[in-house]
């Protein structure tokens, strides 16, 4: 059976990183982490964690973590930016 969010973790594996972690961000409002080596910052405007060679910063507002556990993050609020450093 064809599942896309897999066909494009794989084509996206090599150049993005993707293979140390999956991100999902549903309509702006809930992020869902999986993969993560552990918080970095946490605040109402930004979260940051840890993920295999990179730190994912998330911006936005009243963020707050909903779920946090060895390897599953979920951040709910208005989600605004996601980057990779």
């Known amino acids: ?3 896309f969010l897999e066909e494009i973790k794989e084509n996206l594996k ?3 990183g ?3 972690f999956n991100l999902i961000n549903l309509s702006g409002k809930l992020l869902y982490v ?3 080596l552990g918080l970095v910052t946490l605040s109402k405007e930004i ?3 840890k993920v295999k060679k990179a730190i994912v910063i998330v911006e936005g507002e009243n963020l707050t973590l909903a779920e946090l556990s060895n390897n599953t993050i979920k951040i709910c609020g ?3 930016k996601v980057e990779e450093i």
Do not use: R
């Open 18 to 20: 993707l293979d140390s």
């Open 34 to 36: 999986e993969g993560h």
């Open 14 to 16: 090599d150049s993005a």
């Open 78 to 80: 208005k989600i605004k």
């Open 47 to 49: 979260i940051s964690f």
């Open 1 to 3: 059976m064809f599942n």
